[in-house]
């Protein structure tokens, strides 16, 4: 689950992604819901059977209480095997990685773009001894920019250095066009270079690169279906992208005449529509009168990816 605890910032990076709806709001979020307590974020993770959670923002240590409350309930919850980690642009100090012990299994830093130069003298490499000191596990996880190859004399003081592929943000076009980047192909939202920037690393097994090709498909797809598994209704067909797709009626003239026709457990009622498998309402759209179409969208009432009327859906 990726558990966002606030949309502040102390920090500006040009690069930033946050969309204008999160950047700078105090407001949590637990994947795409907005929530305002720990025992939702759990039943978030509960709907989706989570093994671990990512907590980010924002800067969550700028709400180091809210870390440690929601961090400890959902280790009180689902035993110490739920990995945690947390993404920070702060290097956490003695006393804030004292609170984080025990919740929080590994921290992730990400050091200003120009401090990379002279990261050996930095507080989060500082950070990263101490850390490792106390037993978490530590590194750096940084998106790919022009001079990421200083990182490299880091890598002994850390467990890993992760490389995000620069990704275009509404919020950031403006910066990245001042800086004569731009997207790499109309498809996705990375931009041209990074695979040149991160060839100035050594091939070493600490270092890994995460495309944005596989973090919008592959992520967003493995966790859709883990959504999908727990939610979907019995009459719910789960697509291997992790959507469902199901038929709505919108009944026209009485509907207990409609509901007759139908078994018991083949359809739930929302907002006055009848909602069914899709191949149900398929075969019986001669007898049920109203309007008919299939609908996919992301698990657990989330976006409608299309709407198909039926009969064009259909075809006999
Ligand atoms: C948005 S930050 C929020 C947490 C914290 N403030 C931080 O910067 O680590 C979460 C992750 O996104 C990465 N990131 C920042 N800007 C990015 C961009 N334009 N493309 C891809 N990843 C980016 C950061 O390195 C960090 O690992
Ligand atoms: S530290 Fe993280 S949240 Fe803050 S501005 Fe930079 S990328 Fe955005």
Same mark, same amino acid.
Request: glycine share 8%; hydrophobic share 40%.
């Given at each position: 689950?990726?558990?966002?605890?606030?949309?502040?910032?102390?920090?500006?990076?040009?690069?930033?992604?946050?969309?204008?709806?999160? /950047?700078?709001? %105090?407001?949590?979020?637990?994947?795409?819901?907005?929530?305002?307590? &720990?025992?939702?974020?759990?039943?978030?993770?509960?709907?989706?059977?989570?093994?671990?959670?990512?907590?980010?923002?924002?800067?969550?240590? +700028? !709400?180091?209480?809210?870390?440690?409350?929601?961090?400890?309930?959902?280790?009180?919850?689902?035993? &110490?095997?739920?990995?945690?980690?947390?993404?920070?642009?702060?290097?956490?100090?003695?006393?804030? @990685?004292?609170? =984080?012990?025990?919740?929080?299994?590994?921290?992730?830093?990400?050091?200003?773009?120009?401090?990379? #130069?002279?990261?050996?003298?930095?507080?989060?490499?500082?950070?990263?001894?101490?850390?490792?000191?106390?037993?978490?596990?530590?590194?750096?996880?940084?998106?790919?920019?022009? *001079?990421?190859?200083? +990182?490299?004399?880091?890598?002994?003081?850390? %467990?890993?250095?992760?490389?995000?592929?620069?990704?275009?943000?509404?919020?950031?076009?403006?910066?990245?066009?001042?800086?004569?980047?731009? @997207?790499?192909?109309? =498809?996705?939202?990375? !931009?041209? *270079?990074?695979?040149?920037?991160?060839?100035?690393?050594?091939?070493?097994?600490?270092?890994?690169?995460?495309?944005?090709?596989?973090?919008?498909? !592959?992520?967003?797809?493995?966790?859709?279906?883990?959504?999908?598994?727990?939610?979907?209704? #019995?009459?719910?067909? $789960?697509?291997?992208?992790?959507?469902? $797709?199901?038929?709505?009626?919108?009944?026209?003239?009485?509907? %207990?005449?409609?509901?007759?026709?139908?078994?018991?457990?083949?359809?739930?009622?929302?907002?006055?529509?009848?909602?069914?498998?899709?191949?149900?309402?398929?075969?019986?759209?001669?007898?049920?009168?109203? /309007? /008919?179409? !299939?609908?996919?969208?992301? &698990?657990?009432?989330?976006?409608?990816?299309?709407?198909? &009327?039926?009969?064009?859906?259909?075809?006999?």
């Amino acid at each position: 689950m990726v558990l966002f605890v606030t949309g502040r910032c102390h920090r500006t990076c040009w690069y930033c992604p946050l969309s204008r709806e999160r /950047k700078g709001q %105090d407001a949590i979020f637990a994947n795409e819901q907005k929530i305002t307590s &720990p025992s939702e974020a759990i039943e978030v993770a509960e709907s989706m059977s989570a093994l671990g959670t990512g907590i980010t923002g924002g800067e969550p240590l +700028l !709400v180091l209480d809210r870390v440690v409350e929601y961090a400890k309930r959902l280790k009180e919850h689902f035993g &110490p095997e739920h990995q945690i980690h947390l993404y920070t642009g702060i290097a956490p100090d003695e006393p804030a @990685l004292r609170r =984080l012990q025990g919740l929080v299994d590994e921290i992730r830093l990400h050091p200003p773009h120009e401090s990379w #130069p002279r990261i050996l003298e930095t507080d989060f490499a500082r950070s990263a001894i101490l850390a490792r000191q106390m037993g978490f596990v530590i590194g750096i996880e940084v998106p790919a920019l022009p *001079g990421i190859g200083a +990182l490299a004399v880091a890598l002994p003081l850390l %467990d890993f250095l992760n490389i995000n592929e620069l990704e275009w943000g509404e919020t950031c076009a403006a910066a990245m066009r001042e800086r004569g980047l731009e @997207l790499a192909d109309g =498809l996705h939202n990375a !931009v041209k *270079g990074a695979a040149d920037w991160v060839k100035e690393l050594p091939d070493d097994p600490k270092v890994h690169f995460c495309s944005s090709s596989f973090k919008d498909s !592959v992520q967003l797809r493995e966790r859709l279906k883990r959504i999908a598994a727990n939610t979907a209704r #019995p009459f719910d067909e $789960v697509t291997d992208d992790g959507t469902v $797709v199901y038929g709505v009626l919108e009944p026209a003239g009485d509907l %207990d005449a409609i509901l007759e026709i139908l078994d018991e457990d083949e359809y739930a009622i929302c907002d006055g529509r009848v909602e069914m498998a899709w191949w149900v309402l398929a075969d019986l759209r001669a007898e049920l009168p109203g /309007k /008919k179409y !299939v609908i996919e969208r992301y &698990p657990n009432g989330g976006m409608v990816v299309e709407v198909t &009327p039926l009969d064009a859906a259909i075809k006999d």
